[in-house]
């Protein structure tokens, strides 16, 4: 799922946002639209049940614990291999600790919003808009918030260019992978990282040449 983009929607006419894989559209053509895929409402939602299973569990091991097994001080918990008791349930930290579901409707819309803020040429005012809107649709993927954080940035709004850097930069690791796929997880770090750098030290290139020269060699 992690490698799903705007192709892949096509090929499964994923139109509604859920992934359910069932369209057939096999005459759609490589590379596509290259739009950030529709993949996180159906994540989220394995999330959700991951969620409700590592609860069941922590509750039947905490029974199972009480219980014991033996009588009196020689009561003993026996781990049980054969129900992989020895694996430790690691909950992901997305989708706020896989608690929320992300409505497949709010999903396209924020990518929609998202795509539209990268072609805009309407200015910086309406970029922030459309990114500021993204991100209340969908405020689980880092990309927007990186792209904020350098409007911020490029209007001198350093606190807030930070704060959305950090966020970016927060939700990028957590996923350790890359929602928009034009540029790869590494790229997309390492820009953040520059953002987050030059927020902290409250400048920001004023002319194209020093937006080139940005880096995070000194």
Request: with cysteine; glycine share 10%; hydrophobic share 40%.
């Amino acid at each position: 799922f992690f490698f799903l983009f705007g192709f892949q929607d096509m090929l499964f006419e994923n139109f509604d946002g859920r992934l359910e894989f069932k369209g057939n559209n096999f005459g759609a053509v490589w590379p596509g639209n290259g739009k950030p895929g529709l993949w996180l409402n159906s994540i989220s939602r394995m999330g959700a049940v991951y969620n409700l299973i590592l609860r069941e569990e922590e509750i039947f091991l905490e029974e199972k614990k009480r219980v014991g097994v033996g009588e009196g001080e020689g009561r003993v918990n026996v781990v049980d291999c054969e129900r992989d008791e020895d694996i430790e349930l690691v909950l992901p930290p997305v989708f706020d600790k896989c608690s929320k579901v992300l409505d497949a409707g709010d999903q396209i819309v924020a990518r929609d919003l998202y795509w539209e803020a990268l072609s805009c040429e309407e200015g910086m005012e309406k970029i922030e808009e459309l990114l500021v809107k993204s991100i209340e649709k969908n405020p689980f993927v880092g990309e927007p918030h990186v792209v904020l954080s350098q409007v911020y940035l490029t209007k001198g709004r350093f606190e807030e260019g930070e704060r959305e850097s950090e966020r970016g930069l927060t939700l990028l690791l957590e996923w350790g992978c890359h929602w928009d796929k034009r540029v790869s997880w590494e790229g997309w770090i390492s820009w953040t990282r520059v953002l987050l750098m030059k927020a902290k030290e409250k400048s920001w290139p004023n002319n194209s040449w020093g937006i080139l020269n940005l880096g995070l060699v000194k």
